[in-house]
């Protein structure tokens, strides 16, 4: 695993397949999502969906911010299998709230001829704020599995990112069985100016288990918080109570006081969503005066 990378070329790279890589069947999906401020309400303005990505209707969960709209990402697929392009695009306005977030775990199965890949572009205009919290990712046994998520991030403008990816199907006795897994962030200004990029690399042939990469621990979950000014110390409450369970946990700021982001290592999933879950609710107090509203989720 590499992680909090200086902006290395590496880093810069599109994450696409390598040269000479063999293409097998797969789908090309795609999700594109305007948002405006219209009125006392975000509206979803436009939406383009193309199978296996599409977005259910969006509602208004929070009452404590009812102008918020809360929409979420769906696949009838029920997974990303082999050769899938999948590539999401989501669009703020000026001074629009949108949380996004996905129906479940995306799993990742196995691509014995070639990697599935997902390109994400989030786009926040003046004033604008987003939550984009997707659900774990499970690689099973095999998979390969590349992702590029590029956000253009007005100075004004507040986006919250979380990532996990878990060991793969434990209960099956795939724990790191995959074949790799990459994702890359990289934030800007919309001027072009490059303030951080962050990768997780997981490969199996590097011995994910040894030390020094995840050495014992099973999951890796990264926050992000890009809001200028925003102080780590505001999140570090979530890494006070950690009630026993193993865990390696750490917040520091991201370059040019653009925000903060924290990185943990844990024994499972829910562990990972625990510790995120807890630093996602302080910022979210500290950037909105509001904690998340209660999860419809049983």
């Given amino acids: 695993m590499t992680t909090s990378l200086p902006l290395a070329d590496a880093l810069l790279s599109p994450a696409r397949a390598p040269a000479g890589e063999a293409r097998a069947p797969g789908q090309s999906g795609s999700l594109d999502v ?16 193309r199978a296996p990505l599409q ?12 102008d918020m709209a809360f929409l979420t990402i769906a696949s009838p697929a029920g997974g990303v299998l082999q050769g899938d392009r ?34 994400a572009a989030l786009t926040l205009e003046s004033g604008a704020y ?28 507040t986006l919250i990112l979380a990532e996990i990816v878990t060991a793969g199907r434990e209960a099956h006795g795939e724990r790191h069985q995959l074949e ?18 962050d990768a997780v690399r997981l490969d199996r042939g590097e011995t994910i288990a040894a030390p020094g990469r995840l050495g014992g621990y099973a999951v890796v979950g ?17 890494l006070a109570d950690l ?6 946990v ?40 509001a904690g998340p509203p209660p999860t419809r989720r049983a």
Avoid: K, N
């Fill in 180 to 197: 790799s897994f990459e994702s890359r962030v990289l934030i800007s200004r919309p001027g072009g100016e490059l303030l951080a990029a």
């Fill in 55 to 66: 977005a259910l209707r969006p509602h208004y969960l929070d009452p404590a911010l009812p």
């Fill in 243 to 248: 009630r026993g369970r193993p865990a390696l």
């Fill in 130 to 157: 987003l939550e984009y919290l997707p659900d774990p990712y499970i690689p099973y046994a095999g998979s390969r599995f590349r992702a590029r998520t590029e956000c253009v991030v007005a100075e004004d403008a």
């Fill in 250 to 289: 750490g917040a520091s700021s991201l370059p040019g006081d653009a925000g903060a982001w924290l990185r943990v290592l844990t024994g499972s999933a829910a562990d990972a969503a625990d510790i995120l879950g807890a630093a996602f609710a302080l910022a979210r107090m500290a950037i909105l005066g």
């Fill in 34 to 49: 305007t948002a405006e401020r219209i009125g006392a309400r975000t509206r979803i303005t436009g939406l383009r969906c």
């Fill in 86 to 119: 999948l590539d999401l695009r989501a669009r703020l306005g000026a001074d629009a709230r949108l949380h996004l977030d996905t129906q479940g775990a995306t799993r990742l199965y196995r691509s014995p001829q070639v990697a599935a890949e997902m390109t």
């Fill in 222 to 238: 990264t926050l992000m918080v890009v809001h200028s000014g925003f102080d780590p110390a505001l999140v570090r409450p979530a």
